[in-house]
């Protein structure tokens, strides 16, 4: 069974540009999540959707961040306009759906976001 | 290739008490270890970072080591409380890459 994928692995770009950021979750996982680090700071969370729909979207840094999840399978994170201070390694997990909840989320490898 | 292991997978104590978790890495080429706590259903909290220069982090009534040597950390608990009951994760990070533990599940009984 394929993991949690994330692409590009690697993104640089110029302050002013925008990027946008995929996340395949594994297949049938409902929650799905995106953390970033900001260098040499910790992992924090972003948002959180169930299905296409977002649970929580408290540690989503500013307006120029948009998440999306239509239909519920992957998810985009777009940045526009990018600022130097949005480099950084963007996480993105998933995990299923159940009634009791707390399922390990199943992290990517990660997108590296350089913005010069 | 680093793995990350985290022991016990599961722990049941009464509230007050004292506890320990523990966190182990066969790499010990690290740049930080991140302890992160989970709720049902939640994204991951982080808790404490340790950078590999550091021995130790404090916050409130958590306290996390790092014995990069060893490969091992552990994050201390004083007084638990039920608030306290989740799943907590580890995180090691090395060149380019985040690698994150197995979690112990935790419930701290009234």
């Known amino acids: 069974e394929a993991g949690v994928t994330q692409f590009p692995s690697h993104s640089v770009i110029e302050k002013g540009q925008t990027v946008t950021l995929r996340c395949d979750p594994i297949?049938?996982?409902?929650?799905l999540y995106w953390y970033r680090r900001v260098m040499g700071k910790e992992i924090k969370f972003l948002l959180h959707?169930?299905?296409?729909?977002?649970?929580?979207e408290s540690g989503m840094p500013n307006n120029r961040f948009l998440a999306e999840r239509t239909g519920g399978t992957y998810s985009t994170l777009k940045v526009q306009p990018a600022e130097l201070e949005d480099s950084g390694v963007y996480f993105c997990?998933?995990?299923?759906?159940?009634?009791?909840?707390?399922?390990?989320?199943?992290f990517g490898p990660g997108t590296r976001l350089t913005v010069t | 290739k680093q793995e990350v292991t985290q022991i016990p997978a599961a722990l049941s104590v009464p509230e007050g008490e004292n506890l320990v978790l523990n966190c182990s890495f066969t790499d010990s080429a690290i740049y930080n270890l991140q302890w992160f706590r989970q709720d049902p259903g939640k994204g991951l909290t982080s808790l404490l970072l340790i950078q590999s220069s550091q021995r130790e982090q404090t916050s409130g009534r958590l306290n996390a080591s790092l014995d990069k040597s060893s490969g091992r950390s552990t994050l201390y608990i004083a007084a638990s409380q039920p608030g306290d009951s989740a799943t907590y994760l580890c995180?090691?990070?090395?060149?380019?890459?985040?690698?994150f533990g197995t979690g112990t599940k935790l419930q701290v009984i009234p």
């Open positions: 995180a090691v990070e090395g060149y380019q890459k985040v690698t």
């Open positions: 297949s049938g996982h409902d929650n």
């Open positions: 959707f169930v299905k296409e729909s977002k649970q929580d």
């Open positions: 997990a998933s995990s299923p759906l159940g009634l009791a909840g707390g399922y390990e989320q199943y």
